[in-house]
């Protein structure tokens, strides 16, 4: 079974913490995908990457950067975590040959 | 620019009945058309998808057509039970530039009473 793993479905940090949320695909898509989702607001794009070492900014990239050193990995970096960046944290993953994504089960970040 | 519009929630119905849940879209080209479900806490799943006009899709009782000339996705089911409460997101997916980027609606909450 094809699978989009986030490594944490909780956390917890305290403001100014440096965040990593790490995402790994088995299915060798090209692409992978950020997303944040808040009540009301939907889901809404951080970066995505579309081959390894390249990053795209999304629709809010503000506080956050990202990493896609191999393949298979997909890494968001809050620099100096807030409490507004608390929220549910999706990584999704794609083929460019094929339409439609795959997600993780989302982690759950809340910010102290 | 590309977006989803879809009906807002909640939407609450009884065990059995029919379902429906509008979405229209907008995009630039010749979009696929998906509907993913989000059940509590989880991430959001592909539910169905259509790839070009007048394509059916269709998963576990649920159906869309994709409409070309009303830009429509409407998801419906004949019955619905208890465990299809969850979040109902559609989307669209245009290629481009070496990937595919999804625009999503907001989701519609959908509640199925005993």
């Known amino acids: 079974d094809v699978k989009v793993t986030q490594s944490s479905r909780y956390l917890v940090k305290r403001t100014g913490e440096k965040v990593f949320l790490e995402c790994v695909q088995d299915?060798?898509?090209?692409?992978m995908f950020w997303y944040r989702q808040d009540p009301g607001l939907g889901l809404r794009l951080i970066y995505f990457?579309?081959?390894?070492?390249?990053?795209e900014k999304g629709d809010i990239p503000e506080g956050y950067s990202v990493s896609r050193e191999k393949k298979e990995r997909f890494s968001l970096i809050l620099e100096s975590a807030s409490t507004n960046q608390t929220s549910m944290y999706l990584c999704?993953?794609?083929?460019?040959?094929?339409?439609?994504?795959?997600f993780g089960s989302g982690t759950r970040l809340t910010v102290v | 620019g590309n977006s989803v519009t879809q009906m807002e929630g909640p939407v609450t119905l009884s065990e059995e009945a029919f379902l429906t849940i509008n979405c229209t879209y907008t995009a630039t080209g010749y979009p696929s058309l998906f509907w993913y479900v989000q059940y509590p806490g989880e991430g959001l799943q592909l539910l169905l998808k259509a790839t070009k006009a007048d394509d059916k899709g269709s998963n576990k009782g649920f159906e869309a057509t994709y409409r070309k000339e009303t830009t429509s996705f409407h998801l419906e089911k004949g019955s619905v039970q208890v465990s299809d409460s969850a979040v109902y997101f559609c989307?669209?997916?245009?290629?481009?530039?070496?990937?595919?980027?999804?625009?999503f609606g907001t989701g519609t909450k959908l509640q199925v009473i005993p």
């Open positions: 299915m060798d898509h090209e692409n």
């Open positions: 999704a993953s794609s083929s460019y040959r094929a339409s439609g994504y795959t």
């Open positions: 989307a669209l997916s245009l290629a481009g530039g070496g990937y595919q980027k999804v625009t």
């Open positions: 990457s579309y081959d390894v070492k390249m990053k």
